[in-house]
């Protein structure tokens, strides 16, 4: 299922051995729930997470940032939830790291506290990518897939 973004992976690691494991994309509102929740079970497992609470320095332009965020990570996760789901539609600063996080076949939904089917009415394209969900199993497995899919 998720076989394309591990090749990715797997050839980014040999090229580009310093990049951070994962991007994390998330809804300004998760960012103390969920986001961090999340966040927090992959650096248990010793993924290397580029996440805006810890990352972003005050004073330093947000877009800059993320910008060089997307760039020095191998994988990209998006945690579609339902703060995430409102804010695509005002093409704010998620839409921005959707955008580019979908043009790479190094992108995995997250569907939390939501499902599939709503994720599909505001974006297709998201909604299309093999991912995971919280809704079939736990937070901490679906930390321990992306783990082992990210795991050198």
Not at 41 to 62: H, T, Y
């Amino acid at each position: 299922m998720l076989t394309p973004v591990r090749e990715n992976v797997e050839k980014l690691a040999v090229s580009q051995p310093d990049l951070r494991d994962v991007f994390l994309c998330h809804a300004w509102d998760d960012r103390q729930g969920a986001a961090k929740d999340l966040h927090d079970l992959l650096e248990a497992r010793g993924v290397r997470v580029w996440f805006s609470e810890k990352d972003i320095g005050l004073g330093v332009p947000l877009m800059r940032a993320i910008d060089k965020g997307l760039v020095n990570s191998r994988v990209g996760i998006v945690l579609v939830t339902p703060a995430m789901l409102r804010r695509l539609p005002a093409e704010g600063v998620a839409d921005k790291e959707l955008s580019a996080l979908l043009r790479r076949e190094r992108l995995v939904p997250v569907v939390h506290g939501t499902t599939y089917e709503e994720l599909e009415q505001v974006s297709l394209l998201l909604a299309s990518r093999a991912g995971l969900s919280t809704a079939e199993e736990p937070m901490a497995q679906v930390a321990a897939k992306i783990a082992e899919l990210v795991a050198i």
